[in-house]
Structures are given as structure tokens and as C-alpha cells.
């Protein structure tokens, strides 16, 4: 499988976010150790901020699916830049891939920006913080 897999599951997902309130649709896609790739999106609600993100769908669905580490992440939005996760993302895609695990964030328009989890979020607090050993 290739980087085009996640883009194309990414940008073709994305349309099915539920973005009511911000009309900021985002589409995510995350490849799992094994392989499968997992599409995720933005869901807003009445009660914003109760939403979810696109990236934290597809996290969901990967253990769902029965993977539980994650090899690449594309994020793709309708924005003048490629948008970054947010702080909270940025955790929960650390919880499950190493810091130099690939990142791309993407616009509509065809702009990429590559990075790793470890340049979005350095000093990720990990489980090993909390070894006692």
C-alpha cells in the first residue's frame, strides 16, 4: 500500500464529515501495523465542543479493526494550508505511533506538508512517564 491509499481514503471520507456548525470539514486516514488503512472525520455537535476529530475517528476505528499501532497519518481539510491535528490529537496519535512515524497534511488544492508525530508533539508524554521502575 502506498501514501496515495490514505490520501485517496482521506479526501474521498472527508465529505462525509458532520461539520453543521464550522462547515470546516476534515477527512483523516491512518495505516495500521498490519497494513489496513482507517478513515475517520470530523463530527460536530449542538453542544460544541463535544465533537470529535477526524483524526481521533480514525484512531477509533483502527482498534476497532483490531490494529493498535499506527505506521502514517494523512489529514487533509478545505484550507489555505495544511492543517495541523490539534493538541489533543496530536496526544492520541502519539499514544498509538512512534515520534517518527510519518505525518501528511494536506489541502483540497493539492498542497502537502510531510512531518513526523515527534516534530508535532516533541516531548510527547508517553506511558513511560508513568513507570514507576
Do not use: W
Amino acid at each position: 500500500m502506498s501514501t496515495f491509499d490514505l490520501k485517496t481514503a482521506a479526501t474521498t471520507i472527508r465529505d462525509r464529515a458532520y461539520a453543521p456548525y464550522s462547515n470546516f470539514k476534515v477527512g483523516a486516514a491512518i495505516r495500521g501495523e498490519s497494513g489496513a488503512v482507517y478513515p475517520g472525520v470530523n463530527v460536530e455537535n449542538a453542544a460544541y465542543p463535544e465533537g470529535t476529530c477526524a483524526e481521533a475517528g480514525a484512531i477509533a476505528a483502527m482498534i476497532a479493526g483490531g490494529d493498535t499501532r499506527l505506521t502514517e497519518v494523512y489529514v487533509i481539510a478545505d484550507c489555505p494550508a495544511p492543517v495541523p491535528p490539534c493538541g489533543g490529537c496530536r496526544q492520541k496519535l502519539a499514544e498509538f505511533g512512534a515520534p517518527d512515524t510519518p505525518v501528511i497534511l494536506a489541502t483540497l488544492a493539492g498542497e502537502e506538508l510531510r512531518t513526523t508525530l515527534g516534530d508535532l508533539l516533541p516531548g510527547a508524554f508517553t506511558p513511560a512517564h508513568m513507570d514507576k521502575d
